[in-house]
């Protein structure tokens, strides 16, 4: 059956993290590898995607990246948080009480 690989880069802006993937990555640009197979029978190409691949760049004084086998909607879940507008949670100060001042 006939296959193809896609390769593209993914940029995160900010730190992240996945399913599938150890600990909290820093932000950075992230190659994908992403496995797909021929659906055979159709009158058209369709492709099933098999398989989706992240590779993370070798930590410092490692020569070895590592690849993480991951789900396509993991991968695209992260995106989307890190293009989401950051949120700073400020504290509610009652309005009967002044704020501190510096004399």
């Known amino acids: 059956m006939p296959d193809r690989t896609t390769r ?3 940029t995160f802006q ?3 993290s996945m399913r599938g993937v ?3 990555r820093p932000p950075g640009t992230y190659a994908v590898e992403i496995d797909e197979e ?6 058209f190409d ?4 098999t398989a989706t691949f992240l590779f993370v760049p070798a930590a ?3 020569i070895a990246s590592e690849v993480f086998n991951i789900d396509s909607a993991d991968l695209e879940a992260a995106l989307a ?3 989401a507008p950051s949120v700073v949670h400020v504290p509610d100060v ?3 009480r002044p704020l501190a001042t510096n004399p």
């Open 94 to 96: 009652p309005s009967d």
């Open 46 to 49: 369709a492709y099933r995607r």
């Open 14 to 16: 900010r730190p992240f």
């Open 8 to 10: 593209t880069n993914v």
């Open 38 to 43: 021929l659906i055979m029978g159709m009158t």
């Open 81 to 83: 948080q890190d293009a």
């Open 22 to 24: 150890d600990g909290v």
């Open 60 to 62: 410092s004084g490692s």
